[in-house]
């Protein structure tokens, strides 16, 4: 065969036809490719012609049920339309409670923002769903109206379970969300809420469309519990972080002590607390390492007790010993924030006679108490000074015996020195 005619027979090889000269592999490959297109372009117009004919029988149905039942769509569409007028007041009433309490303190507030949040969209589709059985819907707007009310009802529903949670935090958390560096742990709580309720609310929609939702559900926990292992850290201190905001052991500018080192919140975050040590540094610590201390928070106190030791010689006499506690007392009390709780002798110490005197400063600033001691110190040691008692220090007497039991001085007896200067001025006077 010539060339010529060789390339034009070729050129006319159709679909199915394959040049001789051609390997059998490479012509059972192309049927293969060929075939395959072929399915595919007919399953994408097999699908676009069944949704083309549910959406031809769809609006023939719904002209006919209109047509047919024209009194009864009229009552159902009354019926819904009260229905809407109904929940539009609810939504208008939250809005109301928001309004009377904006900072959204109260349940009241929290209920009324949820409310607030109801959609437009969940409004129809309630009111559609209630009426349509009613009205003979035809089954495929039926099915049509019922799909539609799964999906606005699932948002919503997360919708008022996110304001719902939010609000409660919120509530919780008081006014410590400003006066605290907490909005950071607030945002991130909110996003995980919402992240979380979304997920849900798209997985109840896909199970009542008949998806098989368990494989999701799944490698949704698989996937949660790998990133709750790779940032355990984290998640701890967050979750020491929402500990604070609930149980609230301290808030910023509180002075606390744990361990050995007191000082005022300076900032509270997701992750660490910075302290303002009494001695000038900075002191970064772990949310979950702090909140496994024990904290002791000066800022709770109603009243300081201060506790003093006295001590008195033991050549004090017995009756002036008696009147010590009367004369703290006195003392004490001449201080309008300080309240006496007891005093008394409460040991015969080593060197002196024990007291202990125990008030309460009722302040919670402790400058003020510093002070007030301070005064009831200075008023004590007048007071003492004036009656003539002395304070202790510690002293030691040691006494010497012969060997036979007898005590000795210390030091021999020598003869003693007489004023030698006095005799010579006699002398010479005579």
Sequence with gaps: MPARDQVSQQRRAGPDRFPREWPAQIQ???????????????????????????????????????????LQIAIAAGIGTLIALFLLWVKAFGHKLVGDDPANAQWRAIIGRALSRTSFFFIVMVSAELVSRYADTPPTLARTIQFLFIIAAAFQAAIWAREFILGFIAHRVGDDQSASTLGSAIGLIRVLVSIALFAIALIVILDN?????????????????????????????????????????????????????????????????????????????????????????????????????????????????ARIPDMLREIVESHED?????????????????????????????????????????????????????????????????????????????????????????????
């Design 209 to 321: 469309l008949g998806v098989n939702v368990t494989g999701l559900v799944a490698g949704l926990g698989i996937g949660g519990i790998a990133i709750g292992l790779a940032a355990q850290g984290i998640f701890k201190d967050l979750f020491a972080s929402l500990s604070i905001i609930f149980d609230k052991p301290f808030r910023r500018g509180d002075g606390i002590k744990f361990n050995d080192i007191s000082g005022s919140v300076e900032n509270i975050g997701l992750k660490t607390t910075r302290i303002r040590a009494l001695s000038g540094e900075q002191v970064v610590v772990s949310n979950a390492i702090l909140l496994d201390q024990e904290v002791h928070n000066f800022a709770q106190l109603h009243h300081r007790r201060i506790v003093m030791t006295l001590g008195v010689i033991y050549q004090t006499p017995p009756e002036v010993c």
């Design 28 to 70: 059972n490959q192309s049927q293969g490719s060929l075939m395959t297109n072929i399915a595919t372009n007919a399953g994408v117009g097999d699908a676009a012609e069944e949704f083309g004919d549910s959406a031809t029988l769809l609006v023939t149905d719904t002209a006919s049920w209109i047509s047919t039942h024209w």
């Design 338 to 430: 300080a309240r006496l709780v007891r005093c008394g002798m409460t040991q015969f110490g080593a060197s002196s006679l024990d007291y202990e005197l125990q008030f309460d400063v009722h302040s919670t600033d402790y400058e003020k108490v510093f002070m007030t001691r301070h005064a009831i110190c200075i008023a004590i040691l007048t007071a003492f000074n004036a009656d003539g008692i002395e304070f202790a220090y510690p002293t030691q007497t040691s006494f010497t015996a012969a060997p036979d039991g007898k005590l000795v001085m210390p030091y021999p007896d020598v003869q003693a020195v007489t004023d030698v200067t006095n005799r010579v001025e006699q002398e010479q006077a005579t």
